[in-house]
């Protein structure tokens, strides 16, 4: 078989590659002739077709070569050899010289340029918020804290994470969106390297959040960080106040010795599980928690009010037209919904719910309460209770303790997952577990059903009609897959939920966790329904707690298990159904029953974005006619 005769054109190719890979000075050599094979035979026929040109040849190629050598930059020098060469020598020299010093002076603005990009110098500002970590909290606090900075000039917030600081720009420009007067400044490293730190400034900062990272090993990720910053922090004082988030218990202890006395750490995993606790009993409290917790509308303050000393807590509740008062902190302690008989100390402080730290103005309102419109009938007992709970996590131990602290007798959890999600002992030690609390052993019963929540032959078998609230939890998402995972199964269940509702004509009170905040636009669920996003709650948590590390045992009583937290109850135990009264009747109302109204929620716009007929802290002279579906948030236990 005759050998195929290669093209000229590849052969010649070939060998120019060849030579090009043997390094610079074959480059060099190549870029020399190109330059010579055009250079002089354009200077050659400048000179033959210039009328003013000598007529002899010698003078003529003479006249090439000092075109020539202006092109290139070689000298022009005409003469004997020894001249042209010198000049050709001293042309070279120059030219190496004068390329050189431009390329160190490139490579060292390339250099700072690149430094500049990946994020490696030091910040120098003062009392800005430091962020530490990346996960999806990242957008939620930034978008607070420059929410919370409004009003401030010169207010700075950097977010220092093991990222590429451009892409770490473009993510939070496209989700934060304008940061108005503050300064958003993002820096590249470890968190967990004390030599990275100081870039951030932290010894200068007004605050300090370390945020968990989305993968397995989050809580020993927090601790690392809190011990490399109190390394970069050595010898700083005061150093600011920090504020950290782990998931599990267990490394909460480690993480706020880590931050040090003036630390506060949440624990990510407990809070998400009581709110969604709240949820399923109450729905809509969740509307009511975003409300109080964003700096959008009105928010939790600490407040000095000398003129109050000596007067009851009871008095005090009606001693603003737009503050609503919820309770006094006592050193350290906060005492939410204390018994109205309780005096303000001369050294307390109020904790009110208000637009800003400086709208608080007392306007005694007393004289707006009409005694004619309260209801004097006692408040509706609550019965037992049944909740379907709709797949297994690490959360979900959590949520049946948290539903057995307050269980009624005769209620019952039942819940759905796969073989490999939950099992017969960990129903079994969870139930245990919740035995521990102070109302252990009050009969709340739990049954584990196996099945996939994902086909509707699962949900068909279940008479999901017959419970009273219905609990959707993701899975924990697998090593190496993408934090917000589970969210894809979730919304799948969603909408088979969503389908049974259609089929029936009957609306589930559905109570729904997810990952990301995003997937909330996508979920096939009503309006106003209660979904519960942990990292944007924990976010916000952090948010308010570093404007005021004090209200971080605000929070921490109102979440409890135990203490004063949010409740929304039925209008009708407050006022006469159809009465056309003020809030501060509602107020004096709930001070009745030892609670604290702070708000409503109107019946008729619990479908109406954005609020969904949630109203905090409404001026206490405003007059609304209350319907019977109408519903009052309080300050009060169980």
């Not at 004997?80 to 010289?97: C, E, G, I, K």
């Not at 009010?305 to 050193?331: I, K, Q, W």
């Amino acid at each position: 078989m005759a050998q195929r005769r290669t093209p000229f054109g590849d052969r010649a190719r070939y060998w120019f590659d060849s030579t090009l890979a043997r390094g610079a000075a074959a480059l060099v050599g190549w870029m020399a002739l190109l330059s010579l094979a055009v250079v002089v035979p354009a200077s050659a026929v400048m000179v033959w077709t210039d009328p003013d040109a000598p007529p002899s040849l010698a003078e003529r190629l003479a006249e090439v070569w000092r075109l020539t050598g202006e092109t290139l930059r070689l000298g022009g020098a005409t003469g004997t050899p020894l001249r042209a060469m010198l000049s050709v020598l001293l042309a070279l020299v120059t030219l190496l010289y004068v390329s050189t010093l431009v390329g160190l002076i490139t490579t060292a603005l390339t250099e700072r340029l690149t430094s500049l990009r990946r994020g490696r110098s030091t910040v120098l500002e003062q009392g800005h918020a430091v962020v530490l970590g990346w996960s999806e909290q990242v957008f939620t606090v930034v978008s607070e804290l420059v929410a919370a900075n409004v009003n401030q000039r010169g207010a700075a917030v950097v977010v220092l994470a093991d990222r590429d600081k451009t892409v770490m720009e473009e993510s939070l420009g496209t989700k934060v969106g304008s940061c108005g007067g503050t300064r958003l400044i993002c820096r590249s490293g470890p968190t967990t390297d004390p030599a990275v730190l100081p870039l951030t400034s932290p010894a200068t900062a007004g605050v300090v959040l370390v945020l968990p990272p989305d993968e397995p090993h989050a809580d020993a990720e927090v601790v690392k960080t809190l011990l490399a910053l109190r390394a970069a922090l050595a010898g700083a004082k005061p150093r600011p106040p920090v504020v950290a988030a782990v998931r599990d218990d267990r490394y909460r202890l480690a993480a706020c010795l880590a931050a040090g006395p003036d630390g506060v750490v949440l624990e990510s995993d407990t809070v998400t599980a009581r709110l969604i606790v709240q949820a399923a009993r109450r729905p809509g409290i969740s509307l009511v928690h975003r409300e109080l917790l964003d700096f959008a509308g009105d928010e939790f303050y600490l407040i000095s009010e000398p003129a109050l000393t000596g007067r009851p807590f009871g008095e005090v509740l009606l001693s603003y037209s737009t503050t609503s008062v919820v309770g006094l902190m006592r050193g350290c302690t906060p005492l939410l919904n204390p018994p109205p008989t309780t005096p303000v100390a001369p050294d307390d402080l109020l904790v009110v719910i208000t637009g800003d730290d400086d709208t608080a103005r007392l306007d005694d309102c007393a004289e707006s309460v009409e005694k004619a419109a309260v209801a004097s009938r006692p408040p509706t007992p609550a019965p037992a209770e049944r909740i379907l709970l709709l797949g297994w996590n690490r959360r979900a131990p959590l949520v049946v303790d948290q539903l057995h602290r307050r269980a009624r007798p005769g209620s019952a959890v039942d819940v759905v997952a796969e073989p490999g999600e939950a099992t017969i002992r960990e129903i079994s030690e969870a139930e245990a577990d919740s035995g521990n609390g102070e109302n252990g052993g009050n009969g709340l019963s739990l049954a584990l059903h196996h099945g996939d929540i994902t086909r509707p032959e699962t949900l068909r078998r279940l008479d999901v009609h017959s419970y009273d609230s219905v609990i959707v939890l993701g899975r924990d998402p697998a090593p190496g897959q993408p934090p917000d995972d589970p969210d894809n199964r979730t919304l799948v269940t969603l909408l088979l939920l969503r389908q049974l509702e259609e089929a029936t004509g009957r609306e589930l009170p559905v109570v729904t966790e997810l990952i990301d905040d995003r997937n909330r636009a996508l979920a096939p669920i009503g309006p106003g329904a209660d979904v519960i996003i942990s990292g944007k709650l924990i976010g916000l948590l952090m948010s308010q707690i570093s404007q005021n590390r004090h209200l971080a045992a605000v929070f921490e009583e109102l979440f409890s298990a135990e203490g004063a937290g949010v409740r929304l109850r039925p209008a009708t135990d407050y006022l006469l159904p159809g009465s056309t009264t003020s809030f501060a009747t509602v107020v004096a109302a709930a001070r009745r029953r030892g609670e604290c109204a702070i708000g409503y929620r109107d019946h008729a716009d619990a479908s109406t974005r954005p609020h969904y007929g949630v109203r905090i802290n409404p001026p206490k002279r405003e007059r609304r006619r209350w319907t019977a579906e109408d519903e009052v948030v309080v300050i009060g236990t169980d």
